[in-house]
C-alpha cells in the first residue's frame, strides 16, 4: 500500500520557521514529480512548491525566498523549509506525488499525503 505521510506541523509565531517532511512507503517515488499544496479555510488548494525529477523547482510567488523545497531519495522522503512564516501561510500543508510534472503542477497527483495543519499566529 502506497501511502505518503506528513509531519512536522504546528503552531507558530510570525516570523517563525518549520519544516515539514512528507515520508514515502510501499513504493519509491525517485523519478516522480512531487510537491506540496496547501489549503487555507475558504480558499481553494494551491500549488506551494514542486521538484521535478532532475531536480527543477517550482514555488508560489508568495513563498519565493521564504520555502525551500528538497528531497532525500535515499530515505524516500521530501521536505518543505519554511522561514519568516507570516500568518497568511497558514493553512493544512499536503504533500504529493505524480508520475509526471503536469501531474503536480497542474493539481492532478497520482498520490496525496493526508495534510498537516501549519498556524502562523502571535
Known amino acids: 500500500q502506497v501511502q505518503l505521510v506528513e509531519s512536522g506541523g504546528g503552531l507558530v509565531q510570525p516570523g517563525d520557521s518549520l519544516r515539514l517532511s512528507c515520508a514515502a512507503s510501499g513504493r519509491t517515488f525517485s523519478g516522480y514529480a512531487m510537491g506540496w499544496y496547501r489549503q487555507a479555510p475558504g480558499k481553494e488548494r494551491e500549488l506551494v512548491a514542486a521538484?521535478?525529477?532532475?531536480?527543477?523547482?517550482n514555488y508560489a510567488d508568495s513563498v519565493k525566498g521564504r520555502f525551500t523545497i528538497s528531497q532525500d531519495n535515499a530515505k524516500n522522503t521530501m521536505y518543505l523549509q519554511m522561514n519568516s512564516l507570516k500568518p497568511e501561510d497558514t493553512a493544512v500543508y499536503y504533500c504529493a506525488a505524480a508520475r509526471s510534472r503536469f501531474g503536480i503542477l497542474g493539481g492532478r497527483a497520482d498520490y496525496w499525503g493526508q495534510g498537516t495543519q501549519v498556524t502562523v499566529s502571535s
Open positions: 521538484i521535478i525529477s532532475g531536480g527543477t523547482t
